[in-house]
């Protein structure tokens, strides 16, 4: 092996050469300034096609990005695995759901659909649950209920009513012959549902309250509840309370025994809490469920192979094999991974190509360090200092030949919305990324820097009516791929690169005979 290898990931910081919501140029940077002035870099492609999305016209994620990145090849993903899927038939093929129809029709119950309405294609896509409902209907299924998760976040931050009138109308068109579809319940997928890493169960609870029990503030209709939260609260999309959709007082959608239950997003990390809330036992004990209604419960995906999350699921997730870990461990090499618990599982699940487990116990060291349970602008630098502080302990052990780390903020503060906070978190990664080159040149490693999207470099965009308005969701940008090395320059060959030759790269620098299905070194 050649000399260690340090690699910082920073969430959400894509490169373009447009200023407006551009708070990655706006912010001062200048140990990456220096970096990319004095050091060989390009930029590599982190959407659509180079992370297994459907078309460059598809955001990327940190999922798609980190399963990229660890296994340096490149798998149909998300959206477009769920696309296939339905588009030869094989989802409505799959055992789980012919025992889902089949058992909703046998008792003459409820199909519910729960997830988040919007086209981001990044946890779901609205024409997935569209395509279902229809097909559930064709197969005799009588009464549909959609609970909803409004988006805001990989979608413009106030669309809701769009993807709301788009049901709507789909609904409206199958009323008839004896279908009986409706929305009964939804909130702001940050209010409800939607939490990731065990940080928040009180969000998951909310949701469960209003979509099983129907226990929330009453409104005859979705348009009606949002328009009244957003005019109450001034909050976007992802922020608005939940509601319940009640006729004369009583909820149009409660789960009851026998009820069959379709989560319909098919990204794993926003899904793993509720889909733990439907599979439990009664030893289940992150809140008190109330009542739990004996119902069929099944993902869109498999949300975690290893701890089977959920036991039922729609679709196969891609099967990863030849990752960057495996190569590691083939050849000895022992390897260090650090994050908060915001990114966490992207440092470790998808960057071992969806897997839980370790591959080895003794060649792999993970450190989680816990986020604060708060709104991420109100404290823009969040873990970074400790980050750094753990990884600079790594690189000073000399146990390590790969050391990777995942710096959130430019990702998670640029989420929210909130520009100036933006700027300071990207402040923020800047002064820990000259703590980290300052102990790469001291302890003789390789610093490789880069993203795994884009999001805190467009924070504005024009709307339809030609406004400026906020921009919460990740953007098309390509982000900055850096090799930092005090003894010698590598020089980089220029082309069409993504996240998918990142792994390779890293295997050049140690000295690693790569797998044969990877992409190419860029070096």
């Not at 910082?8 to 140029?25: C, R």
């Not at 729609?314 to 094999?321: D, E, F, S, T």
């Amino acid at each position: 092996m050649n000399k260690p290898v340090v690699l910082v990931i920073m969430d959400g910081v894509g490169e373009t050469a447009e200023e407006l919501g551009n708070m990655v140029s706006k912010a001062s940077t200048p140990t990456l300034d220096e970096l990319k002035e004095n050091n060989p870099w390009q930029c590599i492609k982190a959407h659509g096609t180079a992370v297994g999305l459907p078309s460059d016209d598809d955001m990327g994620n940190s999922e798609v990005g980190h399963n990229a990145l660890g296994c340096g090849q490149i798998y149909s993903q998300g959206a477009k695995l769920v696309n296939e899927s339905i588009g030869s038939g094989a989802i409505f093929q799959s055992k789980t759901w012919k025992n889902m129809i089949g058992s909703v029709k046998e008792n003459n119950k409820t199909l519910h659909f729960l997830g988040l309405l919007s086209d981001g294609n990044v946890h779901s896509n609205i024409n997935h649950l569209l395509a279902m409902l229809k097909k559930a209907k064709e197969e005799g299924i009588t009464k549909a209920r959609v609970h909803i998760l409004l988006d805001g976040r990989d979608v413009p931050a106030t669309s809701a009513l769009e993807y709301v009138s788009a049901l709507e109308n789909t609904l409206t068109g199958l009323n008839k012959d004896g279908f009986d579809g409706r929305i009964a319940s939804g909130g702001g997928r940050m209010c409800i549902t939607m939490d990731r890493y065990q940080a928040n169960w009180a969000m998951v609870k909310a949701g469960w309250e209003v979509h099983v029990h129907g226990n929330g503030r009453f409104f005859e209709s979705a348009a009606e509840a949002i328009e009244t939260l957003r005019n109450e609260t001034g909050a976007i999309d992802q922020d608005l309370p939940a509601f319940v959709i009640a006729d004369d007082g009583i909820p149009v959608g409660i789960m009851e025994d026998g009820d069959g239950v379709i989560l319909f997003n098919f990204r794993g990390d926003r899904a793993l809490e509720i889909s733990m809330a439907f599979d439990g036992d009664e030893t289940f004990d992150k809140f008190d469920r109330g009542i739990v209604p004996k119902v069929m419960y099944a993902g869109m995906l498999e949300y975690d192979g290893d701890l089977k999350i959920p036991r039922n699921f729609l679709v196969n997730p891609p099967q990863i094999h030849d990752t960057l870990t495996e190569l590691l461990i083939a050849n000895g090499i022992k390897e260090y991974a650090v994050s908060e618990t915001q990114k966490y599982g992207h440092v470790t699940y998808f960057w071992n190509g969806n897997r839980s487990e370790k591959f080895s116990e003794e060649l792999e060291d993970y450190c989680e360090i816990p986020s604060d349970v708060r709104s991420f602008d109100e404290c823009p630098w969040m873990k970074c200092t400790e980050i750094t502080d753990k990884v600079i302990s790594a690189i000073e052990s000399g146990k390590y030949g790969f050391i990777r780390c995942n710096y959130p903020n430019g990702d998670m503060v640029g989420h929210t919305g909130n520009l100036h906070a933006t700027e300071i978190a990207v402040e923020s990664v800047d002064l820990e990324l000259a703590r980290i080159k300052k102990a790469c040149d001291e302890n003789s490693c390789i610093l490789v820097v880069t993203a795994d999207h884009g999001n805190s470099d467009k924070m504005l965009e024009m709307n339809k009516k030609g406004k400026v308005e906020v921009r919460t969701a990740h953007s098309l940008n390509p982000v900055p791929f850096i090799i930092y090395d005090k003894d010698m320059r590598h020089e980089m060959k220029k082309g069409n690169y993504g996240l998918a030759n990142v792994a390779p790269t890293i295997a050049d620098l140690l000295g690693l005979k790569p797998f044969v299905s990877w992409e190419e070194s860029m070096i």
